[in-house]
């Protein structure tokens, strides 16, 4: 299995939660909401214009509310969570918002009531047609990313086959590439894959920003230092291609908090792309390494400015990046 790199503090299955739903029903009993329908238990939403939320269906057994609610009781009781978010596709939009409206029952901190989340996200399909099980052509997750490693080692054996570590370059490239066009999009929206445009090293793609700090990298290396911020006279970067760099990574900080408030991965995305295309426009207009030390230092910093806010912004959305490419 591919791995993104990813750490779980906790693993926990449905089983967990089996011995946890005898209290569901007693809660939800003493709070006098449980009716009975057809034999099966249900809450009543129909008020909120949510329909019936079933807890019980008729043969005694429990459903995937009764073990969420359990799921929901246990994590309020066990980590006094602000916020609790589910990162499922918006086909399941009514199956939370019956969830959470039944959740107001549970005997759990208000806050944690009021901090669980449906973080709704669209479907992806082919160029050809949506995925569908039935007809077969379901793409597993890893070979998706092997298929792309692949692809990348390819293009790197046509243009640069003397290249060093290119299967480690590949690999960081090809996941990369599509883990940006999974999360550039509006999280929300339904998303066509295609491969040309997916490992573009043009336009707004993962490759194009791994390049961009590729380049800010063999720019510092190539003069072998990096000038001290109280050093850098601003008035060398009064120019509209420099200027647009400066407000931007002074930007940076809301960028995040917008993504963290609207749960909206894209929008880190998309200001990763305009600081990748701001800095190619700069560094095309303006000569960096000149005769001019203190012209030259400030342009220097603002490109390990540049380099760095990359890099911090593509490993909050899972993407590593290369030294060469």
Not at 51 to 74: E, F, H, M, N, V
Not at 120 to 125: C, H
Request: net charge negative.
């Amino acid at each position: 299995m591919i791995c993104f790199g990813i750490k779980f503090d906790a693993v926990i299955g449905e089983a967990f939660y089996m011995d946890k739903m005898d209290k569901i029903y007693e809660i939800l009993e003493n709070a006098k909401v449980l009716k009975e329908s057809e034999g099966a238990q249900i809450v009543d939403l129909e008020d909120k214009g949510l329909g019936a939320c079933i807890i019980k269906k008729s043969d005694g057994t429990s459903i995937y509310a009764t073990r969420d609610l359990a799921a929901i009781r246990y994590r309020a009781k066990k980590y006094d969570f602000d916020k609790c978010l589910y990162v499922v596709a918006y086909e399941q939009a009514l199956h939370f918002k019956q969830l959470f409206e039944v959740a107001k029952y549970l005997d759990i901190p208000e806050k944690c009531k009021q901090g669980l989340e449906h973080v709704q996200y669209g479907m992806v399909r082919l160029s050809t047609g949506r995925m569908s099980t039935r007809e077969g052509n379901v793409i597993k997750v890893d070979d998706l990313l092997l298929e792309a490693i692949s692809r990348v080692k390819k293009i790197i054996k046509e243009k640069n086959p003397k290249m060093e570590n290119s299967e480690e370059i590949a690999k960081k490239i090809g996941i990369g590439a599509v883990i940006f066009n999974n999360l550039s999009n509006t999280i929300i929206k339904d998303q066509v894959f295609d491969w040309d445009n997916v490992l573009s090293f043009q336009g707004e793609t993962g490759p194009y920003i791994q390049y961009t700090y590729v380049r800010t990298k063999s720019v510092l290396e190539k003069v072998e230092y990096i000038p001290k911020s109280e050093d850098i006279n601003v008035e060398n970067l009064l120019d509209e291609y420099s200027q647009n760099i400066l407000k931007l990574i002074y930007d940076f900080e809301n960028i995040l908090i917008q993504v963290t408030q609207k749960n909206e991965p894209s929008i880190l995305a998309r200001y990763l792309i305009d600081l990748a295309k701001a800095y190619s426009n700069f560094y095309n207009e303006n000569k960096i390494l000149n005769e001019n030390q203190e012209l030259q230092d400030a342009r220097i910093y603002l490109t390990y400015s540049v380099g760095k806010v990359l890099k911090i912004g593509a490993t909050l959305l899972g993407l590593q990046m290369p030294d060469k490419m």
